[in-house]
């Protein structure tokens, strides 16, 4: 299967409330429109995670953070140039998402995404996308599609076949909480 399908297969599950099984910048993620509250209640029944749990939002330009977030400080893109690994930033004021994804304080995590599926993905769907790794919560996190357990394969609406054969071993994104200029770091 060639990338444009791939790319035209998860829109329309994407456009219908469905979940997609896609490779990102980092793990293997479990994804749906973070504007949807139903797709976003359905990603957390089937990892069995508590809401207050919160996940991370992918957006594919700097640009696009101004639509989803009130007031973000533009020096955090400043810091996002200087680091060396996909980094998801913790925002205050989340705008225009899924309520069920915003944490209770107005927080958001948003990750600015580079791998090129993703980031094609979404310019053409033209909304932010729910990124949380493909597992059960509480369970490792799948560093390989092959690591990807079989409940979650068997329980999304479309799994990207895109980087399906790619063995290389990620990690997940680094995580900062971004505040009136002061970076803390959440997870190294």
Not at 51 to 57: A, G, L, N, P
Not at 98 to 117: C, P
């Amino acid at each position: 299967m060639d990338f444009n399908t791939d790319v035209e297969n998860s829109l329309s599950v994407l456009q219908a409330g469905g979940l997609i099984l896609y490779p990102t910048d980092t793990i293997w993620g479990i994804g749906c429109d973070a504007t949807n509250p139903e797709a976003v209640r359905k990603i957390y029944e089937l990892k069995k995670r508590p809401e207050t749990k919160s996940m991370i939002v992918l957006l594919a330009d700097e640009r696009d953070l101004l639509q989803y977030v009130a007031n973000p400080d533009l020096a955090v893109f400043d810091y996002l140039d200087s680091v060396t690994r996909p980094t998801t930033v913790i925002y205050e004021h989340a705008l225009g998402l899924a309520d069920n994804l915003v944490n209770e304080d107005g927080s958001i995590a948003i990750r600015i995404v580079q791998e090129t599926y993703c980031k094609h993905l979404i310019k053409r769907f033209r909304k932010p996308i729910v990124s949380t790794s493909a597992n059960i919560s509480g369970e490792p996190s799948p560093r390989t599609y092959g690591e990807v357990p079989a409940v979650i394969k068997d329980q999304v609406d479309y799994i990207v076949h895109y980087r399906r054969d790619d063995t290389t071993i990620a990690a997940p994104s680094s995580i900062v909480r971004w505040e009136r200029g002061q970076v803390s770091v959440i997870r190294p």
